[in-house]
Structures are given as structure tokens and as C-alpha cells.
């Protein structure tokens, strides 16, 4: 079982929709991050929280707003969102990033995402 | 120069057999090169992983080989199992802005029985 847990584990909403999801762990990580992965393609980074603030944002459309209301939670907050956001959507964590590499990635199972 | 390469895109095994994937890079930054694992419906599980300063490494059925001088490093499943059967990602990442994973494209493993 993944100790990282995402709810929920499917959403189907309208472009015009407000929606969150939300991502949960206990492992003591520092560092939280929010992947879209589309079907047959790898991961795609959008945010990375580290110690609770936001370090990376990869030039995600701000319909999709993060937030990390503290060390063992973050949300993805969605408003207007596009069919061509319709993915799975993949919560992460690790240790606090340390040296050269960000460290072992801890997936959840994701939230698949349809928008009508 | 972030790109991870990645091949082949499918691979069918038949049980027992071997499964060989292979990567390779461009930015000499990269120091961490980590393999997952995604089965359908899952989230990616990270397989194994390789730093530079060891040409191979082992466990179980997995094996990393990395070769630094060509940038190239794959991942040998032997007696490979339908069990196996997934999407193989390699990765990299290193320091400064090479610290986030960059992803290869994915290899789908298919185990015939």
C-alpha cells in the first residue's frame, strides 16, 4: 500500500466547475510535488512544495492553484479547467531534498481527472 | 539537454526470457539515476536506482548497468515474470537545475506467460 494518499481517486467535472484534490503523508517528508501525467507518458512536474513553501512552479496555468496548509497535506485547487486537462494527477514526496538529487519520489495512486 | 532518452517504447518478453531497457542522457550534471515501476492504475514505485561512482548494481531479479563515459545506463529484468508486466520509467537528476527528476519516455513491458 502507498503511504502517500490521494483523494479522490476519480473526479469527472465541467470547465466551469470549482473542484480540489487532495493529497495526504506521514512519513515526515518536507518536500511535496504534483505531477500530470497524461495516458502513456511519463510524469510531468507542475509544483514543488519544500518545507511548506512553494519552490517550483513549471509555468503551470494558474486554473490550477496548489496549496500546503501544512508539513503532511497538499491540495490542488482546479477552477475552469480545459478537456485537455482531463489526466491523472499524481501527488509525490520525499525527504527534504539533500545534496545533488531530489531523492526517492513517493507516489500516490493519483486522482483521474475528466473535464466535460 | 534536461532530455532523458529512453527505448524501446514496448518490449514483449516471454516468460523467463530477459527484458533489457536502455537510456541515455546529455547533461553531464545528472548524478542520480532511478528506475520505476507503473502498473495500470497505480502510481510509478521507484525499482532500483544507480549514482555514477559504481558500474552496476543488483537486486534480485534488477540490474542497473551504468556506463558514464557513453551516458548510457539500462535495466536488465532477468527470468522476467508476467507479473512484471508494466511501464518502465528511467530518470536523472543532479544539481542545480537538474534537481527535479526528468523522466524518459516509458517502456510498456509486456511478460507473456
Known amino acids: 500500500d502507498t503511504e502517500v494518499t490521494q483523494t479522490p481517486k476519480h473526479l469527472v467535472m465541467g470547465m466551469t466547475n470549482k473542484k480540489s484534490l487532495k493529497c495526504e503523508q506521514h512519513m515526515g517528508h518536507r518536500a511535496m510535488y504534483w505531477y500530470k501525467q497524461k495516458a502513456k507518458k511519463p510524469p510531468e512536474l507542475m509544483f514543488v512544495y519544500s518545507y511548506e513553501k512553494l519552490s517550483i512552479n513549471e509555468s503551470v496555468p494558474s486554473r490550477f492553484s496548489p496549496e500546503c496548509p501544512n508539513s503532511s497535506l497538499l491540495n490542488l485547487h482546479l477552477h475552469a479547467l480545459q478537456p485537455e486537462d482531463s489526466a491523472l494527477y499524481l501527488c509525490a514526496s520525499s525527504l527534504p531534498p539533500s545534496g545533488s538529487y531530489a531523492g526517492e519520489l513517493f507516489f500516490g495512486e493519483g486522482s483521474r481527472l475528466t473535464v466535460l | 539537454q534536461q532530455q532523458v532518452k529512453q527505448s524501446p517504447q514496448s518490449l514483449i518478453v516471454q516468460k523467463g526470457g530477459i527484458s533489457i531497457i536502455n537510456c541515455a542522457y546529455e547533461n553531464t550534471a545528472f548524478d542520480y539515476f532511478p528506475w520505476y515501476q507503473q502498473f495500470p492504475g497505480k502510481g510509478p514505485a521507484l525499482l532500483i536506482a544507480i549514482r555514477p561512482d559504481v558500474s552496476e548494481k543488483k537486486e534480485g531479479r534488477f540490474t542497473i548497468s551504468f556506463n558514464k563515459s557513453a551516458k548510457q545506463f539500462s535495466l536488465h529484468i532477468m527470468d522476467s515474470q508476467p507479473g512484471d508486466s508494466a511501464t518502465y520509467f528511467c530518470?536523472?537528476?543532479?544539481?542545480?537545475?537538474?534537481?527535479?527528476?526528468?523522466f524518459g519516455s516509458g517502456t510498456q513491458l509486456t511478460v507473456l506467460p
Open positions: 530518470a536523472a537528476s543532479g544539481s542545480g537545475s537538474a534537481r527535479q527528476l526528468t
